[in-house]
């Protein structure tokens, strides 16, 4: 994925672009309902004709405008999106020593290649994200399961791989609670008694693992909605709806301010299709 970003910063400085990079925004500056440009985290404002944020529209609402008269509205919508009855994916990253075997009668073959969603049934998956929504760490949950070192071996060590597991249907909070390291534990454990039974000697092959959950997603990855699409991809926050209703057209009640990100139509994924739109956004009105 690094080489998606290094091609769209060598089109970019081609082009003449400066490009700053781990430069945190402390804020959009606004004057008269107009975004001016940015003050940086060293305190340094830029000013800018245009301001495009590719932070998730919380952040953006909450951390850089803050109360804004013209934004209240616009973050009421926003501040639906309660923690205590959403969900988000949590990813577990496997170091292997070997690939495992699957509970076929069948030799270890391509099997791994591609993604694998394992779920028991319709009913099960519809139970789990019930119980994300209400809380619960769901049981069974929907695991997604891809091993990339499959088609890009350079992402381990010869003979080793890498696999990640999105468990679908985890609460952005635990009984309220920001997840600790014993609700990170429980779910590892169960995630993987899950998939034993299709993949049996799985923990045999574990040389190490990395949990992310929706709490290390705010805190460490700077996601406010601990959603790694920014807002989740499900009603009310699809087409015309996202991020708030009257504004899926990537602008925001402050003029020249404009949003980017996977929070915007059509969402998350590595498809760049946000920002693709919002620019051509920008050239239909500045050009
Ligand atoms: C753990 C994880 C695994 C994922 N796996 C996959 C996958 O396998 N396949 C897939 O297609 N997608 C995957 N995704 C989703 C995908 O990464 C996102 O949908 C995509 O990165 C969204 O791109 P974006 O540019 O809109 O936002 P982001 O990539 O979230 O970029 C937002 C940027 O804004 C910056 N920012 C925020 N606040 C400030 C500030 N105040 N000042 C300056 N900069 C700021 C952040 O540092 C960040 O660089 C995954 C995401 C995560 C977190």
């Excluded at 080489?3 to 003449?16: F, H, K, M, P, S």
């Excluded at 919508?77 to 990253?93: E, N, Q, R």
């Excluded at 399961?145 to 381990?156: G, H, I, K, S, V």
């Excluded at 406010?224 to 009257?246: C, K, N, S, Y």
């Amino acid at each position: 994925m690094g080489a998606i970003t290094a091609e769209l910063v060598r089109c970019a400085e081609e082009r003449g672009v400066t490009l700053r990079t781990a430069t945190p925004v402390r804020r959009v500056v606004i004057a008269d309902g107009v975004a001016v440009g940015v003050e940086l985290a060293d305190g340094t404002v830029a000013p800018h004709d245009i301001v495009i944020s590719n932070a998730d529209p919380v952040t953006t609402c909450r951390y850089l405008i803050g109360d804004h008269p013209l934004m209240a509205d616009y973050q009421a919508v926003l501040a639906s999106y309660d923690p205590a009855t959403w969900y988000a994916p949590t990813k577990i990253a496997l170091a292997l020593d070997r690939l495992p075997a699957f509970a076929i009668d069948e030799p270890l073959a391509q099997q791994h290649i591609g993604g694998l969603f394992i779920c028991p049934s319709p009913a099960a998956q519809a139970a789990a994200f019930a119980a994300a929504k209400a809380g619960r760490l769901p049981n069974p949950n929907m695991i997604a399961l891809m091993t990339p070192t499959t088609t890009d071996p350079t992402l381990a060590p010869p003979g080793k791989h890498l696999m990640c597991l999105y468990v679908r249907c985890t609460p952005l909070t635990c009984d309220g609670a920001p997840w600790d390291a014993s609700n990170e534990h429980f779910l590892y454990e169960d995630a993987l008694d899950q998939l034993s039974a299709y993949l049996p000697d799985l923990r045999a092959c574990i040389r190490a693992q990395h949990l992310i959950s929706p709490t290390t997603l705010q805190r460490e990855y700077g996601l406010a909605t601990g959603e790694i699409m920014h807002l989740p991809l499900e009603t009310p926050w699809l087409f015309d709806q996202r991020p708030v209703p009257g504004y899926s057209d990537y602008t925001t009640p402050i003029a020249q301010l404009f949003l980017c990100g996977a929070g915007t139509h059509p969402g998350g994924t590595v498809t760049g299709a946000p920002g693709h739109n919002c620019a051509q956004r920008i050239i239909a009105e500045f050009a």
